[in-house]
């Protein structure tokens, strides 16, 4: 997810948390002050009713009868339900058909009142409405007032404060996604420049630098400190590459200066050997020349691999049957004694033809170096994540964990007296051409079991 992303639904989800919060708080208030002025608006009409029964009680000896010609005189409004009640709990009058249970007080007050004392019970859920009980004693006398309330005005303000709730809520939503993610590109622009130009710098353009804001904060100190470290990484790369092209050259110079001096030592020491010379004369010719030869392998090297960096590249779809038969041919000339398998999953490769014969020239080489009498080397190749993966594969002496990583170090050799024909260059050159190609060298080898050297090619068009 995006870090713009991330920002903009934290800003959303701290605002709606937020108004969750204070919207709830408010709903809660409001809902507490609507229900006290429903229990007081209940106790004083129960109040009222009790007042004006006790007023009309003038004996202690009443009937029943007599007490519901007293209820049906009082003025009752026609939501309020009312009940009379004796001393045992049964109903003596209800100005509805409803009639309460026998223990109905103690289960819903859970005591009898004493006299001028109004108790007023819980809220009740009946048929989805809301209602609240009153209970008072009337009079001296043994019977109760029961009134059953229903909570209108309490619903019908909780009912108009969420809806009201609702409505702000959808109107924020609605009004605060172009609001929070106004801000959160305000927030996050100025990362998205850094970021921008970070990359480009990234791709080589070293020249480009951050635009110091105006502002004094954060950005700005951060702005500056990528300015400083994008001039000192411009300096680095320019010393590096003035130290590259002076060893270049001096490298050149030297491989070519020393050519003609050797092509005339090679020359005499083959001269002397057709003279009739003792034979430890004899050998020391053939050790000049030996050496003299060798040093002149190296001289070319040298010249090879500073021309490869410098080489016109020519990329050209070369067919995988082509490259199997051409590194068949190259292992069948090899004068020793060895098995080999070249298996190449049929595909078209887009490289440099010249540079790849290099490549595998060299990689085969360094194989037969570590191969002993009767090894094998297998040269495998298959199509992976639209890449051409080619692996050698030997059974060869190996290389030791330590010697694995300078091994694509230029004239680093296993052999510390560099007396074998391996010069330290063969590695340097595949790694080179590898990384013409915008490839991979991975190299894998245990000591005494063999060596693994893959590199990777783009593909081309669909292999006929």
Same mark, same amino acid.
């Given at each position: 997810m995006k870090y713009s992303n991330k920002v903009f639904l934290s800003l959303s989800f701290f605002f709606l948390i937020f108004y969750l919060i204070i919207g709830f708080w408010t709903l809660l208030i409001i809902s507490q002050q609507a229900l006290k002025q429903e229990l007081a608006r209940i106790q004083l009409e129960q109040q009222n009713s009790t007042l004006l029964l006790s007023t009309n009680m003038t004996s202690n000896s009443v009937t029943d009868k007599w007490m519901q010609n007293i209820v049906q005189q009082i003025s009752i409004k026609d939501e309020s339900k009312l009940f009379i009640l004796d001393k045992k709990g049964n109903t003596v009058y209800s100005n509805n058909r409803e009639l309460l249970h026998k223990n109905f007080i103690k289960r819903t007050f859970g005591k009898v009142p004493q006299d001028n004392i109004i108790l007023i019970s819980k809220i009740n859920?009946?048929?989805?409405?809301?209602?609240?009980?009153?209970?008072?004693?009337?009079?001296?006398?043994?019977?109760?007032?029961?009134?059953?309330?229903?909570?209108?005005?309490?619903?019908?303000?909780?009912?108009?404060?969420s809806f009201y709730f609702r409505v702000i809520l959808t109107s924020l939503i609605i009004l605060f996604i172009p609001i929070s993610w106004y801000l959160t590109r305000l927030l996050i622009r100025p990362v998205e420049m850094l970021t921008e130009v970070a990359e480009a710098i990234?791709?080589?353009?070293?020249?480009?630098?951050?635009?110091?804001?105006?502002?004094?904060?954060?950005?700005r100190n951060l702005t500056i400190s990528l300015n400083q470290m994008a001039d000192k990484l411009s300096n680095d790369i320019e010393t590096i590459t003035k130290e590259k092209e002076e060893q270049t050259f001096f490298a050149s110079s030297i491989s070519h200066e020393i050519r003609t001096p050797l092509t005339s030592i090679l020359g005499y020491a083959r001269l002397l050997q057709l003279e009739d010379l003792r034979d430890s004369t004899k050998e020391a010719v053939d050790y000049i020349i030996k050496e003299g030869l060798r040093l002149k392998k190296i001289s070319e090297d040298i010249i090879k691999l500073i021309q490869l960096d410098k080489q016109q590249l020519q990329f050209k779809n070369l067919d995988s049957n082509t490259l199997e038969t051409e590194i068949n041919k190259f292992l069948s000339g090899i004068p020793k004694n060895f098995q080999f398998q070249v298996e190449?999953?049929? #595909?078209?490769?887009?490289?440099?033809?010249?540079?790849?014969? @290099?490549?595998?020239?060299? *990689?085969?080489? $360094? #194989?037969?170096?570590?191969?002993?009498?009767?090894?094998?080397? @297998?040269?495998?190749?298959? *199509?992976?994540? $639209?890449?051409?993966?080619?692996?050698?594969i030997d059974n060869g002496k190996g290389i030791s964990e330590k010697n694995l990583e300078k091994i694509k170090t230029a004239f680093f050799t296993a052999s510390a007296s560099r007396s074998s024909n391996h010069l330290g260059l063969g590695l340097t050159f595949v790694q080179t051409i590898v990384s013409l190609h915008d490839g991979n060298l991975i190299i894998t080898s245990k000591e005494n079991i063999g060596t693994e050297v893959t590199v990777d090619f783009s593909l081309g068009g669909t292999n006929e």
């Open positions: 859920n009946e048929d989805n409405k809301k209602y609240i009980y009153g209970l008072s004693k009337i009079g001296s006398i043994n019977y109760y007032l029961v009134t059953k309330e229903l909570l209108y005005n309490y619903e019908n303000i909780i009912r108009k404060a990234s791709r080589g353009k070293i020249e480009q630098r951050f635009e110091i804001p105006e502002t004094d904060d954060e950005v190449l999953d049929g #595909a078209t490769l887009i490289v440099d033809h010249s540079l790849l014969k @290099l490549l595998y020239i060299n *990689i085969i080489s $360094n #194989a037969l170096e570590a191969l002993s009498e009767n090894g094998e080397i @297998l040269v495998k190749g298959k *199509i992976s994540q $639209n890449r051409y993966y080619i692996s050698f």
